[in-house]
């Protein structure tokens, strides 16, 4: 259900970006699709579009 509405249903008390930025953390994405991206051992997904894409990253890795 989460596509449907929205990535997070309640509100938050950071923006997620904003404080990874803060902490030092490049964002390499900038639109919920379904890319993937490998950083050493850390496996990321752009969103939840990007389930089976990560998923067969993770399995080749």
């Known amino acids: 259900?989460?596509?449907e509405i929205g990535y997070m249903p309640s509100d938050l008390t950071w923006?997620?970006?904003?404080k990874l930025?803060?902490?030092?953390?490049?964002?390499a994405?900038?639109?919920?699709?379904a890319s993937t991206h490998q950083h050493?051992?850390?496996l990321i997904g752009a969103?939840?579009?990007a389930a089976?894409?990560?998923?067969?990253?993770a399995a080749r890795t």
Request: aromatic share 4%.
């Open 1 to 3: 259900m989460i596509p």
């Open 15 to 18: 923006s997620f970006g904003e």
């Open 21 to 27: 930025k803060a902490l030092g953390v490049t964002l």
């Open 29 to 33: 994405n900038s639109e919920p699709d």
């Open 40 to 42: 050493r051992k850390l």
């Open 47 to 49: 969103s939840p579009a």
């Open 52 to 57: 089976n894409n990560l998923g067969k990253l």
